[in-house]
């Protein structure tokens, strides 16, 4: 307990302790108890301060102790960089827009064959390219999918260590979200926005400035393109007079359009979320989120042991396993 001068002092029975001319030892959870002025046998426990019953132990081992280390999501964790696969990620949503490019390419050419006079080899050069693209776009998202599912279950998890509280699914669904029919239309959306508020400067704010609007204009993007693309694609598998074959062109231009502006979004959303946990992570490792220092009581020498101040920076450690950072 601290009271209101900034002084610890808690015995284990939840009182304060006097504050007259005894030493103090800060034992390494936090909780304060007197040393006589002679010397004595360490706890066996803490070793830290004096033995004071049969077993060894001293007044707040044998009976428990206080833990004052404030409450919350720092309290513990693991948090892993997710810097390197960040870049990863980027460079794959890259590719998507080059093969997205090249298709707009390919469906633009057979749209302007369709509206003259073409042969039959025309035709099929035209179809080729298209089924081409077709191809490469597939095999560029696959791989972005698996890249980009990995970052996204990296930073969901150090969200789980800056405010769990705040995370209204378990982490699993980082991943399984986006493999539920129906559910893959919200959840990941729904997760995403959770990962950006534990990731904020101040989490519990109220967000005005830090608010995640890309993430709702990524997530629409993205859902009016896998609501159009299948209907592109039925329409060019099912063309057979030029006027078919153009109105497929045109909703796979429409379809590219939209996709392209849904990896850019991606990119973006993934740089920024990828920044907000650095710094968050690198605000931590700074101290300037450490546990203010007890003050003992005027005229009361503190004494801190090695084991003691081991202990107390132990208990503050929530730092990232850098990994490619």
Avoid at 103 to 120: E, I, K, P, Q
Avoid at 173 to 185: I, K, Y
């Amino acid at each position: 307990m601290v009271d209101g001068t900034g002084r610890c002092g808690i015995s284990s029975a939840g009182d304060r302790l006097p504050y007259g001319p005894v030493s103090a030892t800060p034992l390494g959870r936090g909780v304060f108890s007197p040393v006589g002025g002679r010397s004595a046998m360490l706890c066996s426990k803490c070793r830290t301060d004096a033995a004071a019953t049969a077993e060894g132990l001293c007044q707040a081992c044998s009976v428990g102790t206080v833990d004052i280390t404030p409450p919350g999501p720092w309290a513990g964790g693991v948090l892993r960089s997710p810097v390197g696969i960040s870049y990863a990620v980027v460079a794959l949503l890259c590719l998507v827009v080059a093969t997205d490019l090249f298709s707009l390419v390919a469906a633009v050419g057979l749209r302007n064959l369709t509206a003259t006079a073409y042969s039959d080899t025309d035709l099929e050069q035209a179809t080729s390219l298209m089924d081409t693209a077709g191809v490469t776009q597939g095999i560029a998202q696959l791989a972005t999918l698996f890249v980009f599912l990995g970052w996204f279950q990296r930073a969901r998890n150090n969200a789980g260590v800056f405010a769990p509280d705040l995370q209204r699914r378990g982490a699993g669904w980082a991943t399984g979200g986006w493999f539920v029919p129906f559910g893959n239309l919200y959840i990941p959306r729904a997760i995403t926005a959770d990962i950006w508020a534990a990731s904020r400067r101040d989490p519990y704010g109220t967000g005005k400035q830090e608010p995640h609007t890309v993430v709702n204009a990524w997530w629409t993007a993205w859902l009016a393109t896998n609501l159009i693309n299948p209907v592109a694609g039925r329409q060019y598998a099912s063309a057979d007079t030029p006027d078919a074959f153009r109105a497929g062109a045109d909703v796979f231009v429409l379809g590219g359009i939209l996709d392209i502006v849904a990896a850019l979004l991606a990119i973006v959303v993934v740089r920024r979320l990828t920044r907000m946990q650095n710094a968050k992570a690198a605000h931590r490792r700074s101290g300037s989120r450490r546990r203010p220092r007890c003050e003992p009581a005027r005229g009361v020498r503190a004494h801190t042991s090695l084991g003691s101040r081991r202990s107390q920076q132990g208990a503050l450690q929530a730092e990232f396993q850098v990994a490619g950072m």
